[in-house]
């Protein structure tokens, strides 16, 4: 009986639990359909059979881990950010990461999550005596967002009794008083950067997908994610600088280029689609400024495969209609940004729909013996130039014409006040030369030299069989999808020759560029004789051997953040002058006036606004060859109680003609030849200044009253 009874207990529950997994299988068989779904529907499917795609997700999940690793180890390396006191984490955010940075702190330690964005929507700190929405002025969305998880997070986990943080002393040695190190998702700081680092591990599995499927194989996505490792270096400085705009910002633009990839290639473009583009588009814009000006270039290069007959007219319009949805909501999201509407990018996307608009009706009656391309795109050209600059003209803007100078001073040697304050930084400098010796290292430019050859092949094959009519449609190479890329390419090459800082665009594309070596539409021919992964590990074998050798040079650097004068300065201020002290200096000096002592300031990092870069020039007159009279007579115009003087700025030159002093002379040519006035201080600042502290490297004036 005992048995019997065992055995049908046995049988009842096996029953049950074979229910059960019935059950889930089937419940697990819809969520494979939906997700199957959804990929095909977004452009991510890339296999027929279920176990491929959960293959490609997989791998694409490991490189996203990896990359956040990566990231993560090399940022603790270099500044032992773990064991950082909370000023010393708040000093290693320089210059604009500092500023950044603080109003996320703002809306962190405010009363309530509102009333600390109010704060920062109605900021009297960052350009006293003025109250600015610095929400609407340095692209704060990610700021905010950060905060609000945070406050929920430490709420929730504070309701539950979980501690989210680990606090000790760390004795820091050499005569230096202790300091109190806190580490854990429950320190702002290091939460801020930990969002960062998982967005951009994210960003890498996209990457992946991204190769995939834009190559057709997954052996494309592991030379996206082998060529992005390799060049590490040369493709992100998120490691080095997380709180940047671009750390922000560039994972969605992989994202929107992918989504763009999958319109371009589909020949049915459903609402869906163009919904995805223009949400990713504002996603993109809303954390940095500087994101309309690549978005030019990607309408400018779709405009570009239209001209040349890759894409109809409709399919354009209706990736037109998404970039100026996405560009209206970012308008109103910000404000009414004076900047986006206009911009360049809004201006080509008025011309280029007005062409496609009145082309069929007027363009092709005026072309002559002009090819209607070139007159297109001519037309394009010139109409966005001339729109662009009757709309600063009507409204009144002024705020971007330093892109236009900073152009002119690359191409025509143009110099000003506010162009050689960027060309004198090496971030805004020339490509160096050794940069493109480095793609040639790592065999990423030979591969993508290769690829780009045979896109130039098969474009201009295309363009002459085009025009025969004898010819068959089905043979024509009419991957409108590969093409922009290409031109893409051609675009972010360009914005990367003049400024350095921008190869962060172009080597990431290239890495994508590599993965066409795989593309059967380009190379099917290559790969009758030799196989796809054969290739691939080839060309990785080549790659390795000093790709491997740039990564064990990013995993040497290691080092400790410490920065004892500035440390010494920013204590002696929060002890000795009154909250209300105004402050001016240097850029980089007064985001961390502001960040860590919280006084209100006159000038910081952000130089992207007309009124800010007047300021920045009566506070750096300081190290001009001016009178102090003079000098002193422009600070309290701005109400300044303290000037910070630091002796760098004064000696500091990156190369010929670029210390202070001589990017003075261009326009104060009346005081050429006299001692720098920042000279004269650094001996005896009086009368009209007072000295109230002085270390190795800063000396605080007091800006004297009579």
Not at 299 to 316: E, H
Not at 324 to 334: D, E
Request: hydrophobic share 45%; proline share 4%; glycine share 6%.
């Amino acid at each position: 009986m005992k048995r019997g009874g065992q055995s049908r207990k046995g049988t009842k529950s096996d029953s049950q639990k074979q229910a059960k997994r019935d059950r889930l299988a089937h419940e697990f068989g819809e969520w494979q359909d939906w997700l199957r779904d959804t990929l095909r529907e977004t452009g991510f499917f890339i296999a027929q059979t279920d176990s491929k795609i959960w293959l490609t997700l997989i791998m694409a999940a490991v490189a996203g881990i990896l990359h956040w690793y990566h990231i993560t180890t090399l940022f603790e390396n270099d500044r032992h950010f773990s064991h950082l006191s909370t000023l010393e984490r708040e000093m290693a955010f320089r210059t604009e990461m500092g500023l950044y940075y603080s109003y996320f702190k703002t809306i962190v330690e405010a009363p309530s999550f509102y009333s600390g964005v109010w704060m920062i929507m109605n900021d009297n700190l960052t350009e006293y005596p003025l109250v600015i929405n610095t929400l609407k002025r340095f692209n704060l969305y990610p700021e905010v967002v950060l905060a609000s998880w945070y406050r929920i997070y430490t709420g929730a986990m504070n309701s539950f009794g979980i501690h989210t943080q680990k606090c000790w002393t760390v004795n820091r040695g050499e005569g230096l008083s202790p300091v109190e190190s806190c580490e854990g998702l429950g320190d702002p700081a290091s939460f801020y950067v930990a969002m960062i680092f998982l967005l951009n591990g994210l960003m890498v599995s996209v990457f992946f997908l991204y190769g995939t499927y834009l190559s057709g194989n997954r052996f494309g996505g592991l030379l996206t994610i082998a060529c992005y490792f390799f060049n590490h270096g040369e493709s992100t400085r998120v490691m080095w600088t997380p709180p940047l705009r671009e750390s922000f910002s560039y994972p969605f633009l992989v994202v929107q280029m992918l989504l763009l990839t999958y319109i371009l290639r589909t020949q049915n473009v459903n609402r869906r689609s163009l919904i995805a583009l223009s949400v990713s588009n504002v996603l993109f814009m809303l954390p940095w400024q500087f994101a309309q000006f690549v978005l030019l270039t990607q309408v400018a290069s779709v405009f570009g495969i239209y001209i040349l007959g890759f894409i109809d007219s409709a399919k354009l319009q209706k990736i037109l209609y998404a970039h100026m949805v996405s560009l209206a909501i970012c308008f109103v999201f910000m404000f009414g940004n004076s900047m986006l509407m206009t911009s360049y990018y809004a201006a080509f996307l008025i011309v280029s729909w007005s062409i496609l608009e009145l082309g069929p009706k007027y363009l092709k009656l005026h072309t002559k013996n002009i090819p209607l391309w070139a007159l297109e795109g001519f037309s394009c050209l010139l109409g966005t130039i001339i729109l662009k600059f009757l709309m600063c003209l009507i409204f009144g803007i002024s705020d971007d014409v330093h892109i236009s100078n900073l152009l002119k001073a690359k191409l025509i040697g143009y110099r000003d006040f506010d162009t050689s304050m960027y060309t004198c930084a090496v971030e805004f400098d020339f490509m160096e030369k050794e940069t493109p010796v480095r793609y040639m290292k790592t065999f990423l430019l030979p591969v993508v030299f290769i690829v780009f050859s045979v896109i130039v092949i098969k474009v201009f094959r295309y363009i002459m069989l085009k025009k025969k009519s004898s010819e068959r449609q089905e043979y024509y190479f009419n991957q409108g999808e590969i093409v922009y890329h290409a031109l893409q390419l051609i675009f972010f090459t360009i914005l990367a020759i003049l400024i350095m800082r921008l190869k962060l665009f172009l080597t990431p594309h290239m890495c994508i560029m590599a993965s066409l070596i795989c593309s059967k539409q380009l190379f099917g021919w290559v790969f009758y004789k030799i196989q796809p992964g054969t290739l691939v590990l080839a060309i990785l074998a080549m790659m390795a051997f000093e790709g491997i050798a740039n990564l064990q040079k990013e995993w040497s650097i290691v080092g400790e953040f410490s920065n004892l004068p500035q440390e010494e300065l920013l204590l002696w201020i929060k002890a000795n002058t009154k909250p209300d002290a105004v402050f001016a200096g240097a850029m980089p000096t007064m985001a961390s006036v502001k960040l860590s002592a919280q006084r209100p300031i006159v000038n910081h990092p952000h130089y992207e606004d007309a009124g800010l870069r007047a300021r920045t020039k009566i506070v750096y007159s300081m190290y001009s060859r001016k009178p102090a009279k003079e000098v002193k007579k422009g600070l309290l115009k701005m109400g300044v109680n303290y000037y910070i003087l630091e002796d760098s700025w004064c000696l500091r030159r990156t190369k010929p003609g670029c210390s202070m002093p001589e990017i003075w002379d261009i326009e104060d040519l009346a005081n050429i030849g006299k001692i720098p006035l920042c000279n004269l201080m650094c001996k005896d600042s009086r009368p009209y200044f007072r000295t109230v502290f002085n270390n190795n490297i800063f000396k605080i004036l007091e800006v004297t009253r009579e």
